[in-house]
């Protein structure tokens, strides 16, 4: 499972697979209401992301991490909900990993500095999602999925954990 931290929407994306055999299994995004404080948006945001473990129970999530060098402030929230999604995992029992944005385009897109139109493409075509319009979120969350997957295999090959 792959988490596109946002305190307004949070992108997550679900894949089953190895190596290159890659499919889709769901993804979607959670959408928090416009005018709500910032706790209700995070426990509303924590009781949708343990449904959808619940739902499809996920071996392992991989979350992206805040990239603090535009705006800290923004950061500081995707933090927040950085944070909710890894106690979901924790009280769902599910290890979480987290990802840099650019390990996540290297490994969705093979290149670190990748767009965000260029990352969508690559998972297209990585989940053969032909007819599929995926949301900005969600391709993102599916990216941090395929950057753990990937992850894995390289940790695998070298003995690493």
């Known amino acids: 499972m792959g988490v596109d931290p946002g305190t307004m929407v949070l ?9 290159e055999n890659l499919k889709l299994v769901t993804c979607d995004s959670i959408r928090c209401r ?11 945001i924590y009781q949708s992301l343990c449904e959808v473990i619940k739902e499809f129970n996920p071996d ?17 929230a995707i933090g927040k909900a950085q944070a909710i999604a890894l106690l979901a995992a924790a009280s769902n029992g ?5 990802y840099s944005p650019a390990a996540i385009k290297y490994h969705a897109a093979s290149y670190g500095n ?10 297209h075509l990585q989940l053969n999602l032909k007819n599929v319009c995926l949301q900005a979120d969600s391709a ?4 941090a999925a395929i950057c753990h997957l990937r992850q894995s295999h390289v940790r695998k090959l070298t003995g690493g954990k």
């Open 94 to 98: 599910i290890p979480a990993y987290e």
């Open 140 to 143: 993102d969350a599916l990216a």
């Open 11 to 19: 992108g997550y994306g679900i894949i089953d697979g190895q190596d």
């Open 34 to 44: 416009r005018r709500s404080a910032i706790g209700e948006r995070l426990f509303f």
């Open 114 to 123: 990748s767009s965000k139109e260029q990352v969508q493409e690559m998972v």
């Open 60 to 76: 392992v999530m991989a979350i992206e991490a805040p990239f603090v060098a535009e705006n800290s402030r923004t950061a500081l």
